[in-house]
C-alpha cells in the first residue's frame, strides 16, 4: 500500500513541483517586491520599530490577541522541522547550492508575505461565538471570496489546507520528534506519541488565547537559545565559514557532483529543492500566516503585515542559514544520511562532546512541538470555513489521531506528501493575491502617505534632493 501512494504522490509532485509552479513563486515574489517598491529593503527601520521594537506593546485596535502574540503564533507555525530536518533534506538531495535558492525564495517570499497577510486582515469578518465572545475569521479563504469572488477557489484552498496541514505538521513534525528520540534514546514510538496527543491536546483545546499565551512564552526562548547555540557552534569552527559560503555559491549554478552516499543533483534540481523546502519552511506563497495573523489587534492591515517580513527574515535568512552552515562545514551531507540525525552528526563534528547532538536533538523536539500546537489552528479554521463551527471539535480530535499515524509514518513518505501538499496549497493563494494586487499596493499606500511614513532610502534621497537646492 504504501509503494502505491509513493508512487501515485511521486507522479503528482513531479507536475506540481515543476517548472510552471517555481516559475509562479519567482513571478508573484519579483511582482510584489517591485509593486511594493522593495518594501523589503526601503522599509528596514519601520518594520523593524513595528515589529520586533513594539512585540509585547498593547494595542488599541479590533481583534483576539495581541499583535506580538498573533505573530508568534504564526512564527510558531513555521518554525519546525523544516528549519532542521527540511534543511538537512534539501542538502543532502540537492547540494549546498539548494540553501542558496532558500535564500532566494526568501527574499522575494518577504514581499509575498506582506500581501497576504495585508489582503487577510482587510477581508477579515468579526463574529460572536455561541458564549457571545469576539472571534475572527480571515485568509486565503476570505480574500479568495470576497476579494476575488471566487468560491470555487476558496474552497479549493480550504480542502487543500486541511489536507496540507495534517501531512505537514501532524505527520512530518510528528514524525520528526518520534525518530529522532527514538533513534537517541531508544523510546518506543506509542510512547511518544501518547505524550505528545496529551500536550497537545490541552494547548489545542484551549483556544486562540490559550495558544497566543502559550507561543508568548515558548517561540521566543526556542528560537533565542537555537540562534545563540548555532552561533556558538559555527564561531568555534571560524576558519570553516569562508568556504562554506563560497561552495553555497558555486553549487547553486551548476550541478552538484555524486559523491559518497549523495547521487548528484541538476541544476533544475538544486533549485527545485532549494524552493520547495525554503517555501515548506517560511510558508511565504502559502497563504497561511493570513490565517493566524488575523487575530491581531489592528486597526490597518499594513501595522501587521510588516510581521510577515520578519518572520520570513528570522525563519529563512537566521535559523536555516545556521542550520545549512553547521551542515556543510561538518561536510557530512554526502555520506547518505538526512533529516535530523544529519545536523546532530554535523552539530557533534563540529562542536564535540555529544553537546552538538543534544542541542540539536531538543531543539528539533521543540521546533516540531510548537508547529504541532500552532499548525492545528491553521487546519481548524480551513475546516471551520468548509464545514461550520460544528467542524472545531472533530478537526482537533482528527489532529491528534494523525499524531499517531505521523509516529509510524516513514520519513521519506511524509516529507514527498508534505511536498505535493504544499504546492497544491500554493496555487489558488498565488492566483489569488496576485490578482488582488492592486488592492495590497493601494492599502501600502495610503497607509503610508497619511501616516507619513518614509523608508530609509526615501530619506536619503530626500536629504540628497535638499543639498542640491543648497
Same mark, same amino acid.
Given at each position: ?8 504522490n511521486?507522479?503528482?509532485n513531479n507536475?506540481?513541483?515543476g517548472?510552471?509552479?517555481i516559475?509562479l513563486?519567482?513571478a508573484?515574489?519579483?511582482y510584489f ?8 529593503f526601503t522599509?528596514i527601520?519601520f518594520i523593524?520599530?513595528n515589529?520586533?521594537?513594539s512585540?509585547f506593546?498593547?494595542?488599541s485596535?479590533k481583534?483576539v490577541?495581541?499583535r506580538?502574540q498573533?505573530?508568534l503564533?504564526?512564527l510558531?507555525?513555521?518554525v519546525?522541522?523544516g $528549519?532542521?530536518?527540511?534543511v538537512?533534506?534539501?542538502?543532502a538531495?540537492?547540494?549546498p547550492?539548494a ?7 526568501? %527574499?522575494l517570499?518577504m514581499?509575498t508575505?506582506f500581501?497576504?497577510?495585508?489582503l487577510?486582515?482587510?477581508?477579515r469578518?468579526?463574529?460572536?461565538n ?8 480571515g ?5 479568495l471570496?470576497?476579494?476575488?469572488k471566487?468560491?470555487?477557489l476558496?474552497?479549493?484552498?480550504a480542502?487543500?489546507?486541511v489536507?496540507?496541514?495534517i ?7 510528528t514524525?520528526n520528534i518520534v525518530?529522532?528520540?527514538?533513534a537517541?534514546?531508544?523510546v518506543?514510538?506509542i510512547v511518544?506519541a501518547?505524550?505528545l496527543?496529551?500536550?497537545v ?6 483556544g486562540?488565547?490559550?495558544l ?7 517561540v ?8 545563540i ?9 571560524a ?5 562554506a ?7 547553486a549554478?551548476?550541478?552538484a557532483?555524486a559523491?559518497g552516499g549523495f547521487l548528484g ?5 538544486v533549485?527545485k529543492?532549494?524552493?520547495?523546502r ?12 493570513a490565517i493566524?495573523q488575523?487575530a ?11 510581521w ?5 527574515? %528570522?525563519?529563512?535568512i537566521i535559523? $536555516?542559514?545556521?542550520t545549512?552552515l ?12 538526512s533529516?535530523?540525525?544529519l545536523?546532530?552528526e554535523s552539530?557533534d563534528i563540529l562542536f ?5 547532538s ?5 531543539a ?5 512541538f510548537t508547529c504541532l500546537?500552532s ?6 479554521e480551513a475546516?471551520?470555513?468548509? %464545514?461550520?463551527t460544528?467542524?472545531d471539535?472533530v478537526?482537533?480530535i482528527v ?6 499515524i505521523g509516529?509510524y ?5 511524509a516529507?514527498?506528501l508534505?511536498d ?9 493563494n498565488?492566483?489569488?493575491?496576485l ?5 495590497v499596493?493601494?492599502?501600502k499606500?495610503d497607509?503610508f ?8 532610502f526615501s530619506k536619503?534621497?530626500n536629504?540628497?534632493?535638499k543639498?542640491e537646492?543648497?
Amino acid at each position: 500500500m504504501i509503494d502505491v501512494i509513493t508512487e501515485v504522490n511521486d507522479f503528482i509532485n513531479n507536475i506540481v513541483w515543476g517548472v510552471p509552479i517555481i516559475v509562479l513563486l519567482f513571478a508573484v515574489g519579483i511582482y510584489f517586491t517591485v509593486r511594493l517598491g522593495f518594501i523589503q529593503f526601503t522599509k528596514i527601520k519601520f518594520i523593524f520599530k513595528n515589529t520586533i521594537g513594539s512585540m509585547f506593546k498593547k494595542a488599541s485596535g479590533k481583534g483576539v490577541i495581541s499583535r506580538g502574540q498573533a505573530a508568534l503564533v504564526s512564527l510558531g507555525a513555521i518554525v519546525g522541522s523544516g $528549519n532542521i530536518a527540511g534543511v538537512a533534506t534539501a542538502i543532502a538531495s540537492g547540494g549546498p547550492g539548494a540553501l542558496f535558492w532558500m535564500w532566494v525564495a526568501a %527574499f522575494l517570499g518577504m514581499a509575498t508575505k506582506f500581501a497576504e497577510i495585508t489582503l487577510g486582515i482587510y477581508y477579515r469578518k468579526f463574529k460572536k461565538n455561541k458564549n457571545g465572545e469576539d472571534v475572527v475569521k480571515g485568509g486565503p479563504m476570505y480574500y479568495l471570496r470576497d476579494g476575488l469572488k471566487s468560491k470555487f477557489l476558496a474552497g479549493f484552498y480550504a480542502v487543500m489546507a486541511v489536507f496540507s496541514y495534517i501531512i505537514i505538521a501532524a505527520v512530518v513534525d510528528t514524525n520528526n520528534i518520534v525518530t529522532t528520540i527514538n533513534a537517541k534514546f531508544n523510546v518506543p514510538e506509542i510512547v511518544i506519541a501518547l505524550v505528545l496527543v496529551i500536550i497537545v491536546g490541552i494547548v489545542i483545546f484551549g483556544g486562540i488565547k490559550r495558544l497566543g499565551k502559550f507561543s508568548n512564552y515558548v517561540v521566543p526562548f526556542m528560537g533565542i537559545l537555537y540562534v545563540i547555540c548555532g552561533l556558538v557552534i559555527i564561531l568555534t569552527n571560524a576558519s570553516l565559514v569562508v568556504d562554506a559560503f563560497v561552495l553555497i555559491f558555486k553549487s547553486a549554478f551548476k550541478p552538484a557532483a555524486a559523491a559518497g552516499g549523495f547521487l548528484g543533483a541538476s541544476v533544475a534540481q538544486v533549485i527545485k529543492f532549494g524552493l520547495a523546502r525554503g517555501m515548506y519552511s517560511n510558508e511565504a506563497g502559502l497563504g497561511t500566516a493570513a490565517i493566524t495573523q488575523n487575530a491581531s489587534t489592528v486597526d490597518n492591515p499594513i501595522e501587521q503585515a510588516v510581521w510577515g517580513v520578519t518572520e520570513v527574515f %528570522f525563519d529563512t535568512i537566521i535559523i $536555516n542559514t545556521i542550520t545549512g552552515l553547521m551542515i556543510i562545514m561538518a561536510g557530512v551531507y554526502t555520506t547518505g544520511t538526512s533529516g535530523t540525525a544529519l545536523v546532530m552528526e554535523s552539530a557533534d563534528i563540529l562542536f564535540g562532546g555529544g553537546f552538538g547532538s543534544y542541542f540539536i536533538l531538543a531543539a528539533s523536539i521543540l521546533f516540531s512541538f510548537t508547529c504541532l500546537t500552532s499548525s492545528s489552528y491553521v487546519c481548524q479554521e480551513a475546516a471551520e470555513y468548509l %464545514f461550520g463551527t460544528k467542524s472545531d471539535c472533530v478537526i482537533r480530535i482528527v489532529w491528534l489521531v494523525f499524531i499517531f499515524i505521523g509516529s509510524y509514518t516513514t520519513l521519506d513518505l511524509a516529507w514527498s506528501l508534505a511536498d505535493t501538499a504544499n504546492g497544491l496549497m500554493a496555487i489558488p493563494n498565488l492566483i489569488g493575491i496576485l490578482l488582488l494586487s492592486n488592492q495590497v499596493v493601494k492599502i501600502k499606500k495610503d497607509y503610508f502617505k497619511e501616516n507619513n511614513k518614509e523608508g530609509v532610502f526615501s530619506k536619503l534621497k530626500n536629504r540628497f534632493k535638499k543639498c542640491e537646492e543648497n
